[in-house]
């Protein structure tokens, strides 16, 4: 097949599957848009080699396949890269197509600076302009993740630094936003192939032991269906039984948070009953009617139902959650939901335009819309107040995406949606900026707690103000919703400001009164004797008194005048004696790090020796050892730092300066130790630190840098610091502690 007939047949696809939906047909304007995109990309490639047009239609096949959207967002995904990669411009779009089809692709466009200053970086931008348009229109939005999910396909394609930057931007913004859109299957497929390119080693070890253990799973599946299959025939109704398997990066996720092994995930299997309700009416009564059915064969767990139906998440999930004691005496989930909201499950808001009617009786689309809506106020909250920093924003921004909701009563009763591990202060947000401004407290459930109180599902919440209370900035240390954290910012950095103005003029009128003026250097001269690190937090110290200006700052003042004019004097013989250097160019630094150039080639792979290890920065954030899977980050510096794949800093780093990451790789000789923590748990007994000392010096010829012990009612827990070659002479260290009798688990820190 040609590559013209490549194109041309996943088009015709793509149409086939669009003329037989629920859409109105508007054939001929998708195909005006495939050929006005055929023809601006036409001397266009991907890295990969194909032709460019085969990406727009895999965008809008995804769009229009998995996600259900019509003929706007069909014709916007295909002109999606039109601006970019050819002459056009959104005049031109807006011309052919109209404004709306025109607004769609210019959010999807991306932008070259501004937003944040000169220093910003260019993701932050560009997704804070994909939110600006988000907020006018969602389908921006899901194009860009239909984007993001072609682009992850063939990622095979890119550079490994390239590889590590798509993967981490996509696992720290664009699956929390697909997940917080209800697109569950997208989301769960770009998390496992960012977990593909971020650790094939463990993706592939993860996917074997699925593979391996496929057999033993449907033997489970079978023996539990058998008898809900008998059941539900006898009562009438037309369901579905699936198996739902656990996703590999969920399940190395909870690997890596609970510090165990593959053999002790047991939540990798579930079960989903979706049925056809006989009316739609009656789909929530159907719904409870299975589950009676189901405690009538299994034994039901007490503490994890879970009954999104008549609240649904904020996303538009509606399922009724039970977990089962099985014949095996495994806990199984199963999770009941009618088709309808299991499509919604799966495409999440991209669904409910399919099923929006009138007679909607439980106003489930309306109530799932209005929650869409309130999560987009949000978004325009955060976007009006931004961050100054992108690092900053795009953490506020991820508050909102990956939080959990519990459910909240006004003391009126309704219901107030939250995330969960939110505080009386996020609350009082959430309500009215006035209310958390001038919070003093809260009642919680009638009792008086503080603002700090962490909230719980079905708490009743009342807020207690005070006209004389303002913010504090201690709250930043404990609000945890993005809106609340913002509120609190910009309020303070409004007080900063201006007690920085006041602390101005307190410190000008004071150096007048000494014959001297305000100038840069006076200002960093004080805050370096003040240990301030910044000339604005000087002035605020000064004008709350924090500082009290005095004959001490005088001194330092005129010293650094008169050191600078003894110092000139001093150096002026030097230049007539060219062997003799100056100490400013040969000064005495504690490391001699690589600083890159501007010539750097950064597809190029650091390779991290013995020799050159000390040119590098290792940050205290996650102290990486030979064997771990690393990259290295460009600092503000030029310096290279080498941080884990899989630190919690490098995912931000990935997500915001996804350009300054290179792919790093260990080459060491095994002469060097690195410092590395162990936390072990187990049943204490007598001898119990005595064995796992002797094990280490006799065994390992290791050397205990730290030895941390507490016993509490029988039970031994311990940290350990201590030297290992790399991470191989770790795993076997740790396998050889769990042998040590009482011993319940061991793992690194």
């Known amino acids: 097949m040609t590559e013209e007939e490549m194109i041309q047949a996943a088009f015709d696809n793509l149409l086939q599957y669009y003329l037989k939906s629920n859409h109105r047909k508007k054939a001929d304007v998708i195909q005006k848009a495939y050929n006005f995109a055929l023809h601006a990309t036409q001397n266009v490639r991907r890295p990969s080699g194909e032709h460019y047009m085969l990406h727009p239609i895999a965008v809008a096949t995804i769009a229009s396949h998995e996600m259900g959207l019509g003929s706007t967002s069909i014709c916007a995904a295909l002109l999606h890269d039109v601006i970019e990669t050819s002459d056009y411009t959104i005049d031109d779009i807006k011309v052919i197509f109209g404004s709306k089809i025109a607004q769609i692709v210019e959010g999807l466009t991306k932008i070259a600076g501004g937003i944040f200053g000169d220093k910003a970086s260019e993701q932050a931008e560009n997704f804070k302009k994909l939110l600006l348009t988000m907020s006018e229109d969602i389908r921006v939005v899901l194009i860009k993740i239909c984007d993001r999910l072609d682009n992850m396909r063939h990622l095979d394609a890119q550079p490994i630094a390239k590889q590590y930057k798509i993967a981490g931007e996509t696992l720290f913004i664009y699956a929390p936003l697909a997940n917080r859109l209800g697109l569950n299957q997208i989301k769960t497929e770009l998390e496992d192939l960012s977990f593909k390119y971020e650790h094939p080693e463990e993706y592939a070890a993860i996917e074997k032991k699925l593979a391996y253990t496929h057999e033993q799973r449907e033997h489970l599946f079978d023996d539990f269906t058998n008898p809900i299959k008998d059941a539900l ?32 995930i047991y939540d990798i299997l579930a079960v989903r009953i979706v049925f056809t309700p006989t009316t739609r009416e009656d789909e929530v009564k159907e719904c409870f009617s299975i589950y009676v059915e189901l405690c009538k064969l299994y034994q039901s767990h007490p503490d994890r139902l879970r009954d999104w139906l008549s609240h649904p998440k904020a996303n538009g999930y509606q399922a009724l959650h039970v977990t089962l004691m099985s014949n095996q005496g495994r806990w199984i989930e199963v999770q009941i939901r009618s088709d309808r909201m299991d499509e919604i499950a799966e495409q999440g808001f991209a669904a409910h335009w399919k099923y929006k009617t009138d007679d909607d009786p439980m106003n489930t689309e309306r109530v799932a819309e209005d929650e869409l809506n309130g999560w987009l106020r949000t978004i325009k909250e955060i976007l009006d107040d931004p961050q100054p920093d ?67 599902g079905g708490d009743q919440v009342e807020i207690i103000t005070s006209n004389s209370q303002h913010v504090q900035p201690v709250w930043i240390n404990f609000v945890t919703t993005a809106k609340a954290r913002n509120k609190i910012q910009a309020l303070l950095r409004k007080q900063e400001r201006e007690y920085a103005k006041e602390g101005s003029t307190i410190l000008t009128s004071w150096l007048e009164q000494n014959g001297l003026s305000l100038t840069t250097s006076i200002l960093n001269k004080l805050a370096e004797v003040h240990k301030e690190k910044q000339q604005e937090r ?32 001093r150096l002026e013989w030097r230049k007539y004696i060219p062997f003799v250097k100056s100490k400013n160019t040969a000064k005495n630094k504690d490391h001699d790090y690589l600083v890159i ?3 750097f080639d950064k597809n190029q792979t650091i390779v991290i020796t013995e020799d050159n290890i000390s040119r590098y920065k290792f940050p205290d954030c996650c102290k990486p050892i030979p064997g771990d899977p690393i990259l290295a980050y460009i600092n503000g510096d030029n310096e290279l730092e080498i941080h884990s794949r899989s630190c919690t800093e490098a995912a931000r ?90 011993m319940q688990s061991v793992h690194r820190v």
């Not at 025939?233 to 890596?256: C, F, H, L, T």
């Not at 605020?540 to 004097?569: F, H, M, P, T």
Request: aromatic letters at 8%.
């Open 233 to 264: 025939d006898k009562i009438g109704i037309k369901y579905e039984i699936k198996a739902r398997v656990k996703s590999p990066y969920s399940i190395w996720n909870k690997m890596q948070k609970k510090h165990v092994s593959f053999d002790e």
């Open 390 to 456: 992108a690092m900053d924003f795009l953490d506020a921004i991820k508050l909102n995406l990956f939080a959990s909701e519990i459910f909240v009563f006004s003391p009126k009763g309704d219901i107030i949606t939250m995330p969960a591990g939110c505080t009386a202060l996020d609350y009082a947000f959430q309500i009215h900026t006035f209310l958390g401004t001038h919070c003093i407290g809260a009642k919680v459930n009638h009792k008086l707690v503080p603002l700090s109180h962490k909230l719980q």
């Open 597 to 599: 150039g501007k010539d």
């Open 653 to 742: 780093l990935k997500s915001s300066f996804g350009t300054n990451i290179l792919a790093a790789q260990w080459n060491m000789r095994g002469d060097m130790s690195f410092v590395t923590a162990i936390s072990m748990k187990g049943i204490d007994r007598k001898g119990m630190v005595k064995d796992v000392t002797v094990m280490l010096s006799d065994t390992f010829e290791v050397n205990i840098h730290r030895l941390t012990v507490v016993t509490d009612d029988g039970i031994f827990i311990a940290e350990i610091e201590l030297k290992v070659r790399d991470n191989s002479n770790l795993d076997e260290i740790i396998k050889k502690l769990q042998t040590i009798n009482g």
């Open 538 to 569: 000087l002035l605020v110290a000064i004008a709350k008194r924090e500082i009290v200006l005095g004959e001490n700052d005088l001194n330092a003042i005129y010293s650094n005048k008169r050191q600078k004019s003894n110092k000139k004097n």
